[in-house]
T-cell receptor, first 109, second 113 residues
Framework: GQNIDQPTEMTATEGAIVQINCTYQ??????LFWYQQHAGEAPTFLSY????GLEEKGRFSSFLSRSKGYSYLLLKELQMKDSASYLC??????????FGAGTQVVVTP | EPEVTQTPSHQVTQMGQEVILRCVPI?????FYWYRQILGQKVEFLVS????????KSEIFDDQFSVERPDGSNFTLKIRSTKLEDSAMYFC???????????FGPGTRLTVT
């Protein structure tokens, strides 16, 4: 089975950095994904790690440690539009995604 | 950029009625999925579909649910007799390979009264 944990909510000010942690337990590993979801909208893909280390994509970076079952998503230079839920997810070998409950990031002026 | 589309965007139905939710996945994708998200809760997997058959389904996907790919482009989710607890946002997703990025459609909000 799969189990994914992430904090429920985080608040940060515009221009700051926020780090969202995710711990997971899976029977097999097929990568760790981060999605962004604005209220009432579909999840949109942000980042993907399959090997240990840091993946950087503009203002967003994601880190993975497979031995620790741990990932984080780093959001830099926060903007108001970054207020959203951030979902950590892992697929099984058929691509079935198990999502975490999501971390609601609130960006304040 | 290609995208997954879903219709309708919002469906209201009475308890016990049948509904069909429609999706058009990205054309060269081979794996198709349905997920649902009850308001305020996490995204939950319902079913995966590959090579014209179900490859995996969750406990939620009971005999009231079925999926079909009737014509090589559409991918449908049917709920035979809706219950109040079926009220949720239903997302279709597709991808080229099973262990890579899934593209989500905009969702259908199903309200069962």
């Amino acid at each position: 089975g799969q189990n994914i944990d992430q904090p429920t909510e985080m608040t940060a000010t515009e221009g700051a950095i926020v780090q969202i942690n995710c711990t997971y337990q899976t029977s097999g590993f097929n990568g760790l994904f981060w999605y962004q979801q604005h209220a009432g909208e579909a999840p949109t893909f942000l980042s993907y790690n399959v090997l240990d280390g840091l993946e950087e994509k503009g203002r967003f970076s994601s880190f993975l440690s497979r031995s620790k079952g741990y990932s984080y998503l780093l959001l830099k230079e926060l903007q108001m539009k970054d207020s959203a839920s951030y979902l950590c997810a892992t697929p099984d070998s058929w691509g079935k995604f198990q999502f975490g409950a999501g971390t609601q990031v609130v960006v304040t002026p | 950029e290609p995208e997954v589309t879903q219709t309708p965007s919002h469906q209201v139905t009475q308890m016990g009625q049948e509904v069909i939710l429609r999706c058009v996945p990205i054309s060269n994708h081979l794996y198709f999925y349905w997920y649902r998200q009850i308001l305020g809760q996490k995204v939950e997997f319902l079913v995966s579909f590959y090579n014209n058959e179900i490859s995996e389904k969750s406990e939620i996907f009971d005999d009231q649910f079925s999926v079909e790919r009737p014509d090589g482009s559409n991918f449908t989710l049917k709920i035979r007799s809706t219950k109040l607890e079926d009220s949720a946002m239903y997302f279709c997703a597709s991808c080229q390979t099973a262990d890579y990025e899934q593209y989500f459609g905009p969702g259908t909000r199903l309200t069962v009264t």
